[in-house]
C-alpha cells in the first residue's frame, strides 16, 4: 500500500500527487473514519489550487454526512482553534506550507486540535485504499456553513501575552494565510507595524513560501532602513515564524528556539520537545533553567504526540514550528512571534542581546541521492558502521534514523520524507570540526550505497 501522508498532512504537486479525485475521496474517508457525522472545519491557505481542492474536500465529507464550517483563507493554526472553539469532530487544512506555489496538500485536526497522528492517519489511508467509503442518502447529505473565526482567534491571541511598551515591528506575510492575521494582530498588542507582502496571493510574487535566510534579503534591508525593533517573517500557512534582529540579520532558528524553549520552564524538572536534528545550544539553555530537553522524530505531529506523552510545556523546531501546549496543540507561529515580543519586554533586550550571549555551535549539512527502497537499509547498516567509525561516541539516538552523539558534537543521518535522499546534519564546537564529522559520514554512506 503507498504511503499518502508524509511528516505533515499528505502533500505533493498539484495535478500529479495532488489531484481533485484524491482529494474528494480524502474527504469521504474522513468522513466515513469519523461515522458520517458531526462537523468539520475547513480552512485553506491562499494558492491557485486552494479554491478546487476545497470545493472537492467539501464535496467528499457532505456526500459522507459531515457539517461544513467553511473558514476561507485563514492561518493553519486557526484551522485548529475553531475545532476547538466550535467543538467539531475535526479540521482540515488545505496547504503545502512552505513548498513553491506548483504543491499543495491536505492536512487533518483531532477534536483536541492536534494534528493527526500517523495511528489516526493510518486508518484513513486504509479506507481510502479499501475504497470502504459509506455514503448517506440525499436526505442525509451535510451542510454548509460560512463562518469568520478570525475576530475571536485575533482575540484570543491578544489575551495571551502582556507588553508593557509598543515596538516596531516589520512583518513579512510572503503573501501567505499570515496576510489575514499577523498585521492586525500586531497592532493589537501595541506595535507599529510595517507590513510586506501582506496581500493574500497563490502565486507568491513577493517571495518564495518557505521564509529562508536567502528569501528574506529584502525584509532585512527594511529592518534596518526603517530602524525597526524586529523582523517577522512568516511561512505560506502560517505556522512557522523566522526572527531578523534589530540589525538586520536573521536570527538563528536553533538559538530562538533554545531562549523560546528556556522562558517556558516554570520549575524545575518541566519538560520541552524538539526534534533530532536541534542544536545542543537547546540543551544547554533549557537545562541552565533547570528545565529537561527530550528530543523526537522530525515534524510537528511528531513534536505534538511526545508534548501530549511527556505533559510537556512547550515543543518547537528549529524551523520556526513552536507548539505551546497551554494555548493550542498545533503550531503557532503567530502567538510564537508574540512571544519573542514579550521575552524582549521583560528582559528590556534587543533579540541580539539575547541571543548574543548563547553557546556557539557549528552546523552544517548534506544530502545524499539514495532510492526509496535503499534508505531503510542505508540507514541500518549506516547506525552499526557510524558507532564503529566514531569510537568517542557518548550515545546513540534512533528516533528518526540514527543520531551519534559525540562529546564536542553529533551527527544525525536520516532518511528524507519527500524526497529521494538521505540528510546529514552534523554540529560541532568549531567549524573545522563539523566539517571533519560530516565529511567522514558522508564517506562512509557513500562507501556502504
Not at 506550507?97 to 504543491?103: A, K, R
Not at 517556558?264 to 545542543?280: F, I, P, R, Y
Amino acid at each position: 500500500m503507498g504511503r499518502l501522508f508524509g511528516t505533515s498532512g499528505a502533500r505533493g504537486l498539484v495535478g500529479k500527487q495532488i489531484t481533485p479525485k484524491l482529494v474528494m475521496d480524502l474527504g469521504q474517508s474522513l468522513a466515513s473514519l469519523l461515522g458520517n457525522s458531526g462537523t468539520v472545519v475547513v480552512g485553506k491557505d491562499p494558492r491557485t489550487s486552494s479554491d478546487l481542492f476545497e470545493s472537492c474536500l467539501i464535496s467528499g465529507l457532505l456526500s459522507g454526512g459531515c457539517d461544513v464550517k467553511r473558514l476561507g483563507v485563514v492561518p493553519t493554526p486557526a484551522v485548529s482553534f475553531a475545532v476547538r472553539n466550535l467543538r467539531a469532530k475535526a479540521g482540515v487544512m488545505i496547504t503545502a506550507s512552505h513548498n513553491p506555489p506548483d504543491y499543495n496538500g491536505v492536512k487533518f485536526f483531532d477534536s483536541f486540535g492536534m494534528a493527526y497522528t500517523p495511528l489516526l492517519e493510518g486508518k484513513v489511508e486504509r479506507i481510502y485504499f479499501g475504497k470502504k467509503w459509506r455514503q448517506v442518502s440525499w436526505k442525509e447529505i451535510g451542510e454548509v456553513e460560512d463562518l469568520d473565526i478570525l475576530p475571536d482567534y485575533i482575540s484570543a491571541l491578544v489575551g495571551a501575552v502582556q507588553l508593557s511598551r509598543g515596538y516596531k515591528v516589520v512583518v513579512d506575510c510572503g503573501n501567505g494565510a499570515a496576510s489575514v492575521v499577523a498585521p492586525e494582530l500586531l497592532r493589537r498588542v501595541g506595535c507599529k507595524v510595517i507590513s510586506m507582502n501582506s496581500q493574500p496571493d497563490g502565486l507568491f510574487p513577493g517571495r518564495p513560501p518557505e521564509p529562508s535566510a536567502e528569501n528574506l534579503v529584502e525584509l532585512c534591508r527594511v529592518v534596518r532602513a526603517t530602524e525597526s525593533d524586529l523582523g517577522i517573517a512568516h511561512d505560506g500557512d502560517a505556522d512557522r515564524v523566522v526572527f531578523v534582529s534589530e540589525n538586520g540579520s536573521v536570527a538563528s532558528g536553533d538559538e530562538v528556539l533554545a531562549i523560546v524553549a528556556s522562558s517556558q520552564v516554570t520549575k524545575k524538572g518541566d519538560v520541552v520537545v524538539t526534534t533530532v536534528d536541534a542544536s545542543n545550544v537547546v540543551d544547554e539553555v533549557v537545562s541552565d533553567n533547570r528545565g529537561k530537553v527530550v528530543r523526537t522524530k522530525v515534524g510537528d505531529v511528531s513534536v505534538a504526540a511526545e508534548i501530549k506523552r511527556r505533559g510537556a510545556m512547550f515543543g518547537g523546531e528549529p524551523c520556526g514550528a513552536w507548539i505551546f501546549p497551554r494555548f493550542s496543540m498545533a503550531p503557532e507561529s503567530l502567538l510564537g512571534a508574540l512571544k519573542v515580543l514579550e521575552l524582549m519586554d521583560v528582559s528590556r533586550k534587543k533579540i541580539s542581546e539575547l541571543l548574543g550571549p548563547l553557546p556557539k555551535y557549528y552546523m552544517l549539512r548534506e544530502k545524499i541521492a539514495c532510492s526509496e527502497e535503499q534508505k531503510t537499509k542505508l540507514i541500518a547498516l549506516a547506525s552499526k558502521k557510524l558507532v564503529k567509525e566514531f569510537s568517542e561516541n557518548i550515545g546513540v539516538l534512533k528516533v528518526d534514523g540514527v543520531r551519534v552523539n559525540l562529546l564536542d558534537g553529533w551527527v544525525l543521518v536520516r532518511a528524507s520524507g519527500t524526497e529521494p535522499y538521505v540528510r546529514v546534519t552534523a554540529e560541532a564546537r568549531t567549524p573545522g570540526r563539523a566539517e571533519e564529522i560530516i565529511s567522514k559520514t558522508v564517506k562512509l554512506l557513500k562507501k556502504i550505497i
